[in-house]
C-alpha cells in the first residue's frame, strides 16, 4: 500500500512561507503543496502566478475550512498565531506555527491540551535546532570533548542601525513581537535543547538604537540562565554590533572550549534562491570554528581539529515533522508545544526580572 501524501495548506506568503517552509514541504515526498493564503497578491509579489497549480485564498479560515487540507502551517506575525492555530485544530487539521509559537506559556498549553483533545499535531518551528553550527556545538557537549559546561554563551549580535518595519520592530513584547520574541527565541530555545529549564534568570531589555531601557519594544537583550549544577547560560542580542566576525557561541567546560562565528549558512543560502537539494547546502567551513582541548597529563590548553559533521539541514526537521504526521503519534513530532511553552516560561522570565531587576525563579 502506497504511503499517505498529506496535502499542505500555507497561511501567508512572506519570507517565512517563502524561504523557510514551502521549498522544503515541495522536496519532503509525504508532503504535497495544496492551496496558499494571500491576503493581498500584487504584481511583483502574488503566490497565483509564482504557484498557478495550486488553490488559492485570500482568507485564512478559508483554507482551514478545506476538507483536502490535512496540515496547516502558520507563518503570519505572532498576534495571531493563537487563534490560527486553535481554528485549524479544531477544524481537525494538523498545524505547524511559526515562532514564536504565542506571546504567553499559558496560551501554548492551551494550545497543547486542544491538540490532546483533538488527536491533531502540532509543532512549532524552532528550526535553528538544525543549525549545523549548533548541531556541532551539541555533538562536542554530549560526546564530553568539553568535560561539564561551565559556561555556555550564545549570540545573535548584528549591526542593523535602522528598527526593521515589520512585525520584529513594530510588534510589542505582549504581542509576540521585538528581539526578545524573534532572535531570543531561536537562542533560549537552543540553550532548553541542550540543558532543560534553568532554576532561575535575569534579564536585561535595552533599545540600543536609542539608549535606554525599553520593556516593549527592545532591540537587544542581555540574559543570563543560572542552573543548579553551577552552569551560566548567557543570552546575548545586539542591533548595534559592528563587527567583521560576529561571535555566534563561547562554550567553556572543564576540559575544553569550543568557539563559532558568524551564523549558519542556511539561511543566506535559501534567500540566494538556493534549494534544500543543491550539493553544498548547509555545508559550512571549520574555519569559522576553533576547539581547544586541556591534556590530561600535562594540564595546558592547545587547539584541536574541530570535527567534520555531515549537516542535517532543516530537511531533518521537515522530515521528522512529515515522519510524526504519518504514525500519528505525538511523541515523534520534532518541536512539540509543550518544549515551545518552556521556552516562553524562560523568556517570561526574563522580562519579569527586566522589569523588577531582581532574578525571576522559574523552578
Known amino acids: 500500500m502506497a504511503s499517505k501524501v498529506f496535502n499542505v495548506g500555507v497561511v501567508g506568503y512572506g519570507l517565512s512561507a517563502k524561504v523557510f517552509h514551502i521549498p522544503f514541504i515541495t522536496t519532503t515526498p509525504s508532503l504535497a503543496l495544496h492551496s496558499i493564503v494571500q ?65 504567553t506559556a499559558a496560551e501554548a498549553q492551551q494550545l497543547a491540551d486542544i491538540s490532546n483533545k483533538t488527536g491533531k499535531l502540532i509543532c512549532v518551528y524552532q528550526n535553528r535546532r538544525w543549525d549545523a553550527d549548533f548541531l556541532l556545538a551539541k555533538h562536542l557537549i554530549e560526546q564530553g570533548k568539553l568535560g561539564r559546561v561551565v559556561e555556555f554563551n550564545t549570540h545573535f549580535d548584528r549591526y542593523r542601525a535602522d528598527a526593521p518595519t515589520n512585525w520584529k520592530g513594530q510588534l510589542g513584547i505582549s504581542r509576540g513581537g521585538s528581539a526578545l520574541f524573534d532572535l531570543g527565541t531561536h537562542l533560549i530555545d537552543q540553550a532548553y535543547v541542550l540543558f532543560g529549564l534553568p532554576q532561575s534568570v535575569r534579564g536585561r531589555l535595552l533599545n ?20 543548579d549544577s553551577g552552569l551560566l547560560v548567557n543570552v546575548n542580542i545586539s542591533a548595534l554590533s559592528a563587527e567583521t566576525r560576529q561571535l555566534r557561541y563561547w562554550v567553556r567546560g572543564t576540559k575544553g572550549s569550543f568557539r563559532k562565528f558568524n551564523l549558519d549558512p542556511q539561511e543566506d543560502q535559501l534567500r540566494a534562491g ?5 550539493t553544498g547546502y548547509g555545508v559550512e567551513s571549520t574555519n569559522n570554528s576553533s576547539l581547544t582541548a586541556v591534556d590530561e597529563a600535562t594540564g595546558k590548553a592547545s587547539e584541536v581539529p574541530v570535527p567534520e559533521l555531515e549537516p542535517e539541514t532543516y530537511r531533518a526537521f521537515y522530515s521528522q515533522f512529515a515522519n510524526a504526521l504519518v504514525s500519528g503519534k505525538a511523541e515523534d513530532v520534532p518541536v512539540k508545544a509543550e518544549q515551545a ?20 525563579v522559574l523552578a
Not at 214 to 220: G, R, Y
Open 274 to 278: 538556493g534549494k534544500p537539494t543543491d
Open 39 to 103: 491576503r493581498s497578491p500584487k504584481p511583483d509579489d502574488s503566490a497565483p502566478a509564482d504557484y498557478p497549480a495550486l488553490k488559492h485564498y485570500t482568507d485564512a479560515l478559508a483554507l482551514i475550512a478545506d476538507p483536502d487540507v490535512d496540515v496547516v502551517v502558520v507563518t503570519t506575525p505572532p498576534d495571531n498565531h493563537f487563534d490560527l492555530t486553535k481554528r485549524a485544530l479544531e477544524a481537525g487539521k494538523h498545524v505547524l506555527t511559526e515562532k514564536p509559537f504565542v506571546p
Open 208 to 227: 540600543q538604537r536609542e539608549g535606554r531601557a525599553e520593556f516593549e519594544t527592545p532591540d537587544a537583550v542581555s540574559a543570563q540562565l543560572f542552573y
Open 341 to 360: 511553552r518552556d521556552v516562553l516560561r524562560i523568556i517570561e522570565g526574563v522580562l519579569e526580572s527586566a522589569k523588577t531587576g531582581k532574578d525571576a
